[in-house]
């Protein structure tokens, strides 16, 4: 699975973006996708993660009522819908794929990582 990952920029604080992740690969619609972010300075973190249906979400709680993940397995890809942003969000956003069907927040057991997309937001 190769991920492209898209859709970050400048944003003022309580601004909103929709970020997107286009996977190739005929296991798209088997995969839990999820979005991690990494901060200078700082550990990458799991931001959301949705398994192959949708049905089952996982969110950090920082970005809980904030941010919405959501999939397209006929367009093969995954979004994440951020509203009510903070400068706090700024990060590199990455979007990654698991083989496996339960959503987890530890990046090492992703298998599948895409480029990043850089989300600053100005307070």
């Known amino acids: 699975v190769q991920l492209q990952a898209s859709g970050g920029g400048l944003v003022q604080a309580g601004g909103s973006l929709r970020l997107s992740c286009a996977a190739s690969g005929r296991t798209f619609g088997s995969n839990v996708m999820g979005w991690f972010r990494q901060a200078p300075g700082k550990e990458r973190e799991f931001v959301a993660g949705?398994?192959?249906?949708?049905?089952?979400?996982l969110y950090i709680d920082s970005v809980k009522g904030r941010f919405t993940i959501s999939r397209d397995n006929a367009k093969n890809t995954v979004y994440l819908q951020m509203n009510s942003l903070k400068p706090e969000d700024t990060a590199v956003y990455y979007c990654?794929?698991?083989?496996?069907?339960?959503?987890?927040?530890?990046?090492?057991?992703?298998?599948?990582w895409g480029q990043g997309t850089l989300v600053t937001v100005s307070s």
């Open positions: 990654a794929a698991r083989k496996y069907t339960t959503v987890t927040m530890d990046p090492m057991r992703y298998d599948y």
């Open positions: 949705i398994n192959w249906s949708g049905a089952s979400t």
